[in-house]
């Protein structure tokens, strides 16, 4: 995971200017944490938080939020911070925080890495961070998609007018056997400098098996917004087979509701 800080600092160098504000994608997202989770405020921790729109989004909602973000993009973050929002530079495999979050969410990013690092994240969320009871929303690369992407080249002209500097190409691929995509950024005149994003992609069963043994578990899954019904027959479903390049994991915390479970139990011979 060496080359996490380098690909997304040089890709909000390239950016930034055009990206690091609160836009719809960002108040959508603080708009759907209200319908699931009720309206709080609410403590909220976000794990790679990129330059901070979607923290932003939810502090100006009355939010309490932490943003973690591993790359130089933390400092167009620190922009946001204030009395809701505070922002911590760092590894989230690494950096010690205060627990007890109402709500932990990680928007398009989770699935860097091996399968191992992707619970140690998980139980890190369930053990340390997740208050009995919170949700984790999770957004989860989606292979269906992916792998349609599969060879696709785009060149992108620069456009400073909305903030893009740099003319740049990217390549995409799909390893099928390990689920991976890849995906290659470089400028066009620096194509020895190109620089790749790599990441696991799990469909919704695969998801709920590599939560085992988490104290997570799925409890709904959005596509595009749309709630899926986990129960349901899901044969031919277009968004998940080929429009939605991830899909959002809403999670609960299965230890908690254990333990919920017990308490709420009348308890014999007393
Ligand atoms: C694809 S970007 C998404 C950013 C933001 N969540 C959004 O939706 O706009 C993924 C972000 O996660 C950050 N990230 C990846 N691994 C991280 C880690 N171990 N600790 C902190 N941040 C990390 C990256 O630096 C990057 O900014």
Redesign the pocket.
């Known amino acids: 995971?060496d080359w996490?800080?380098e690909?997304?600092?040089t890709t909000?160098r390239w950016w930034a200017p055009a990206l690091a504000a609160v836009g719809e994608q960002?108040r959508a997202r603080a708009e759907l944490v209200g319908r699931i989770c009720g309206p709080g405020p609410y403590r909220i921790l976000?794990?790679?938080?990129?330059?901070g729109?979607?923290a932003a989004a939810l502090a100006e909602r009355g939010h309490q939020v932490t943003a973690?973000?591993?790359?130089d993009?933390a400092e167009h973050a620190e922009r946001h911070a204030g009395p809701r929002l505070r922002v911590v530079h760092?590894?989230?495999?690494a950096?010690q925080l205060p627990g007890d979050h109402d709500v932990v969410c990680?928007?398009?990013?989770f699935g860097?890495g091996t399968d191992a690092d992707q619970r140690r994240l998980l139980r890190r969320i369930s053990a340390e961070w997740l208050r009995p009871g919170g949700h984790a929303l999770i957004?989860v690369m989606n292979p269906f998609v992916w792998a349609r992407w599969a060879g696709d080249r785009e060149h992108r002209d620069a456009d400073p007018a909305r903030g893009y500097a740099y003319t740049v190409d990217e390549r995409t691929d799909f390893d099928p056997v390990h689920s991976r995509y890849t995906d290659t950024w470089w400028e066009t005149d620096r194509p020895d400098d190109a620089i790749t994003?790599v990441g696991r992609c799990y469909t919704p069963a695969d998801l709920m098996l590599l939560l085992e043994g988490t104290d997570l578990a799925v409890a709904r899954l959005f596509v595009d917004g749309i709630e899926l019904d986990l129960d349901g027959d899901h044969v031919g479903h277009a968004p998940l087979l080929h429009q939605a390049h991830e899909y959002l994991a809403v999670l609960r915390h299965t230890a908690a509701s254990a333990a919920q479970t017990r308490r709420s139990q009348p308890v014999s011979g007393r």
């Open positions: 995971m996490v800080p690909f997304y600092s909000g960002e976000e794990l790679g938080a990129g330059y729109n979607t973690v973000e591993i790359s993009r760092d590894d989230f495999y950096v990680y928007f398009n990013g860097i957004d994003q």
